[in-house]
């Protein structure tokens, strides 16, 4: 594949790797929160909102507090939201935390409705590895074991996200750069997950990814922010993202098969 010239991967993503100081503080920089840390407190309520329709299970909040422990991201006190479904110490919550969680709880239930109890999952376009982290909370909580997590993404995101993903105690996490993942990658997957990711790239770098990637993954789950959908997919569900945050004439659609 051609390659890909990104700020993110360039600049936010190469300091990151090799600057410790600028690591410990990532999530503040101004380049980073404008593609990813940009998530409003009033969203972050609406996620929390919606978390607690998705479920009625207590789930291990202290565990995806873990999440905000590096990068020094914004917080905000969600104490009056969180309070019932929470015994805490702090209610200090990155609202992308929070988002990180809805977008898991919907992962797992669609994993649950697979009628499987472990699996191997592909990331396209993971930004510094949050999701993947809040998934695996998740799973090992309802016992779903993931054998194999691999993220593709940019050359210095994917090392951003291996640096930031070694923080935690997680087992069978593979980060592969784009420009050399085809050779690394199994035959098969169970899933395949893209959140804002695919649909922003070019028409070449979506079908790069849905020929060679995506295909030998038995289902998906893909948050897609653009317009139109790529006609390589077809036979999907379709259904808007919820909270929406996308535009009114062309909502966010999550696309599932
Ligand atoms: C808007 S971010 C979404 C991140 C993450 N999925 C989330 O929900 O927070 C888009 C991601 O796509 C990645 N990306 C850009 N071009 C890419 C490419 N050609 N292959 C893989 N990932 C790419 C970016 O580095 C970034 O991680």
Not at 49 to 75: A, C, H
Not at 92 to 117: A, D, H, W
Not at 133 to 149: A, P, R, V
Not at 180 to 203: M, Q, R, V
Request: glycine share 4%.
């Amino acid at each position: 594949m051609q390659q890909v010239t990104n700020y993110t991967n360039e600049m936010v993503a190469l300091q990151a790797i090799t600057d410790e100081h600028f690591f410990n503080n990532f999530k503040r920089d101004r380049r980073f929160i404008e593609i990813l840390e940009h998530v409003s407190y009033q969203q972050g309520i609406q996620y929390i909102n919606y978390i607690q329709v998705l479920t009625s299970e207590r789930l291990l909040w202290s565990k995806f507090m873990e999440n905000d422990n590096y990068g020094n991201p914004n917080k905000s006190d969600f104490y009056d939201h969180l309070k019932y479904i929470a015994d805490l110490s702090s209610y200090n919550f990155s609202p992308t935390t929070l988002r990180y969680v809805c977008f898991g709880l919907q992962i797992f239930n669609y994993i649950e409705s697979m009628n499987i109890k472990e699996l191997s999952i592909i990331e396209v376009g993971c930004g510094y590895g949050g999701q993947c982290k809040i998934l695996f909370d998740i799973c090992s909580q309802f016992g779903i074991k993931i054998n194999k997590y691999t993220l593709i993404d940019l050359e210095n995101v994917s090392k951003l996200q291996r640096k930031y993903l070694d923080k935690f105690n997680l087992q069978n996490i593979v980060t592969l750069p784009y420009n050399d993942c085809l050779d690394k990658l199994d035959g098969k997957y169970d899933l395949f997950i893209s959140n804002y990711a695919l649909g922003e790239f070019t028409t070449d770098v979506q079908t790069f990814y849905i020929d060679n990637v995506l295909n030998r993954c038995d289902k998906y789950f893909i948050t897609w922010n653009t317009f139109p959908i790529n006609s390589k997919l077809s036979n999907y569900k379709s259904v808007e993202e919820f909270p929406q945050t996308g535009h009114k004439e062309f909502p966010n659609v999550i696309l599932t098969n």
